[in-house]
């Protein structure tokens, strides 16, 4: 069984580009996460999705991120314009729907360097 | 004060020993925690989760929980050199919230031949 997919591993921009990272969760998860990691810290929640729908985004900073996931299947988190302080490894991951153990399965993940 | 709290570590364990990482978390109402361990530059991946006060052992592993005194705990028997990564505690809030994991900073652990 395939696991979450994401892309670019890596990608080094000038602050003020924009930037998109994609997640292809496993096979009949319908929640999708997008975590963001800083070096030394845990993960933390910026999006969470269930099928299409966001349902809790209260931590994305909406001025310059926006996520979508059409169809339910395949997110893209896209930040534009990128500050330098937005360096950081992106996870994505999925799960199956509430009521299983809670278990999240992470991609590698898209490490950002905004020069 | 962050609401999952760990020892960033790093914890120095001979191979062989029993590694302890510790856990605490501010949010009373929590009803489910899990450990997460992560390689370095590798993303993180679940070792154990934990819903009622107690022991739960899985092979080398044996997680507890206190809920009283909000902290849950991962021993490591046996450590092993692979053993050695970051430890990352997790906590689900409310059952309303589920999926919304509070991680902590994580606890390096460094198993010595």
């Known amino acids: 069984e395939a696991g979450v997919v994401q892309s670019p591993r890596y990608k080094i921009i000038e602050k003020k580009q924009p930037v998109a990272f994609w997640c292809n969760p496993i096979?009949?998860?319908?929640?999708l996460y997008w975590y963001l990691q800083n070096l030394g810290q845990g993960p933390e929640l910026l999006i969470r999705?269930?099928?299409?729908?966001?349902?809790?985004d209260s931590q994305l900073p909406k001025d310059r991120f926006s996520a979508e996931r059409l169809k339910g299947v395949d997110s893209t988190l896209k930040i534009q314009p990128a500050e330098l302080g937005d360096s950081a490894v992106y996870l994505c991951?999925?799960?199956?729907?509430?009521?299983?153990?809670?278990?999240?399965?992470f991609g590698e993940g898209s490490r950002l360097t905004v020069l | 004060q962050k609401e999952v709290e760990q020892n960033s570590g790093p914890l120095s364990v001979p191979e062989g020993a029993i590694a302890s990482l510790n856990c605490t978390y501010s949010d009373r109402g929590s009803q489910s925690f899990f450990w997460y361990r992560q390689y370095s530059g590798k993303s993180p991946e679940l070792i154990m989760f934990?819903?009622?006060?107690g022991d739960k052992e899985d092979g080398r592993f044996t997680a507890q929980l206190n809920k009283a005194s909000q902290y849950v705990s991962l021993l490591i028997r046996d450590s092993q050199p692979s053993d050695s990564a970051t430890y990352l505690c997790?906590?689900?809030?409310?059952?309303?919230?589920?999926?919304?994991?509070?991680f902590g900073a994580g606890t390096q652990v460094v198993v010595t031949p």
């Open positions: 997790a906590v689900n809030p409310t059952t309303d919230s589920w999926g919304k994991l509070q």
């Open positions: 934990i819903y009622s006060n």
């Open positions: 999705y269930e099928n299409e729908e966001a349902v809790d």
């Open positions: 991951a999925s799960s199956l729907r509430q009521g299983s153990s809670g278990e999240l399965f």
């Open positions: 096979s009949g998860h319908n929640t």
